[in-house]
Structures are given as structure tokens and as C-alpha cells.
């Protein structure tokens, strides 16, 4: 579904990415791990259009995207959740999901498209009158996640979505990665430290070290000795 090839950016000479290449196969998830520093979320900006690549090659379901508007590729099907959530934080829990829905001018089904994510993240409809910016660090994920799930993505990129989450929202946010890998109907590229959350949830990995893909392969692979050598701090 999504395939990134030989990726490369730099900024003011310093070379960040070295020819980043993996892929995320159909209806799968992908953890994309690696120490702070490697260059995880700046890759993930490059898939989605908001660092332009020196090189490199992006395609989405086959098609090349590397020269798209970040619009053009949110409209074509890549959703991204970033580190810190980026929801409108005065806009009311029913604003931020309405923006959602209109992401991609689709009107159809809006009922069962809005009580699809309050199936999955109960408290939204609770708080639909109440401001994002009021809402706790675990809410804003559940609100941030369910407004990319609205816009119907092919592929859904999660950058961190435990990071600073109490334990049963974590455990909520891995109850639906599951839900949604198990309706196959999109891809999930996910940027996480945790290993046992990586492990529960992925079908493939990839990590990274100084700007480059180091290992990857199907999440059975991940030993105690690729850990050791690639993640252990």
C-alpha cells in the first residue's frame, strides 16, 4: 500500500535521512522504531509532504506521490495523528470531527461514520459540546485519532500515540490499532518506543538508526538481539 524508496533530506547541509526504504504492505501494521534521534518523525513528515525530500520515492497504492501537495495526499488517502495530537484546540470535540468528515468532501454515511469512532472512543461523544484544548492528554489522542479515521484513510500514520498517555487509554488505543487491522481496510504505519506495544500489535517492523532503515521484516524477526544491538539504550 505504501512504499518508500531511498529517501534522502537534508537540512542546512546536515544530512538527516540516508536513503530511508521500507514498505507497509496491505491491510498490516508497520512499527517504525528506533533510539530518539534517528530520524523517525522527520520521516514520517516526508511520506505525508511536510518536509520536501532531496530524493527519494513515495508511492501510495502503487501510485508516485512524492511530488503531491501534502492536501493532494491527505485527499488520496494518508491520514497522519503527529507527536503533540494538532487538534484545534478551541474548537468543541463535534468542530474537530467535523473537519474530519469534510476533509475529503465526502457526505455519504455520516451517521455510521460518526458512530463508528464513538464505538470506538466512547468519552468523544460524551465531550461533543466541550473544547479540544479542555480535553486530557489521553482525550485528545482518542479525538486526534478518530478525526483522521473519519477522513477514511488508506493508510493511517501514528506518531507516538502512547507517548504521555495514562495506561487505559494506551490500552484503548491498541484495542482499536487491533480492531482496525482485523477489518482490513487500511494500512497503519506507527512510530512507537514501546517494544511490547510494537510487538502485540504489528505484523512487520523497520528500525532506524542515523537516518537509515537498519533491519526490518516480519515482527517474528524482532529477537532479543536485534533489540539489543539496534534499540538498547
Known amino acids: 500500500m505504501l512504499t518508500v524508496s531511498d529517501l534522502n533530506f537534508s537540512i542546512g547541509g546536515s544530512q ?3 536513503g530511508v526504504t521500507f514498505d507497509v504492505p496491505d491491510h498490516s501494521v508497520l512499527c517504525l522504531m528506533g533510539r530518539n534521534g534517528v530520524g523517525k518523525t522527520t520521516t514520517l513528515k516526508g ?43 478551541h474548537l468543541t470535540v463535534a468542530e474537530n470531527l467535523e473537519i474530519g468528515m469534510k476533509a475529503q468532501n465526502k457526505s455519504t454515511k455520516r451517521k455510521e461514520k460518526l458512530d463508528r469512532v464513538y464505538t470506538l472512543f466512547p468519552i468523544l461523544k460524551e465531550f461533543l ?67 511490547d506495544f510494537c510487538k502485540e500489535l504489528a505484523d512487520f517492523f ?7 532503515v537498519v533491519a526490518r521484516g516480519p515482527v517474528a524477526e524482532l529477537t532479543d538481539e536485534v533489540v539489543k544491538t539496534h534499540l538498547t539504550v
Not at 495523528?81 to 484545534?88: A, E, L, M, T, Y
Not at 523497520?206 to 537509515?212: F, L, P, S, V
Open 47 to 89: 511520506i505525508v509532504g511536510l518536509q520536501a525530500a532531496d530524493s527519494g520515492s513515495i508511492t501510495l497504492d502503487s501510485t508516485e506521490i512524492i511530488s503531491w501537495r501534502p492536501d493532494q495526499r491527505a485527499c488520496n488517502g494518508i491520514a497522519y495523528v503527529p507527536q503533540g495530537r494538532d487538534i484545534f484546540p
Open 129 to 195: 459540546p466541550r473544547k479540544g484544548g479542555n480535553l486530557s492528554g489521553g482525550q485528545q489522542q482518542q479525538l486526534a485519532i478518530a478525526r483522521a479515521l473519519l477522513t477514511e484513510p488508506k493508510v493511517l500514520i501514528l506518531d507516538e500515540p502512547t507517548e504521555g498517555i495514562q495506561p487505559n487509554i494506551i490500552d484503548q488505543i491498541g484495542e482499536t490499532i487491533k480492531m482496525l487491522r482485523a477489518e482490513k481496510t487500511m494500512s497503519i504505519l506507527l512510530v512507537e518506543q514501546y517494544l
Open 206 to 212: 523497520a528500525i532506524m538508526d542515523r537516518g537509515n
Open 16 to 18: 538527516i535521512l540516508r
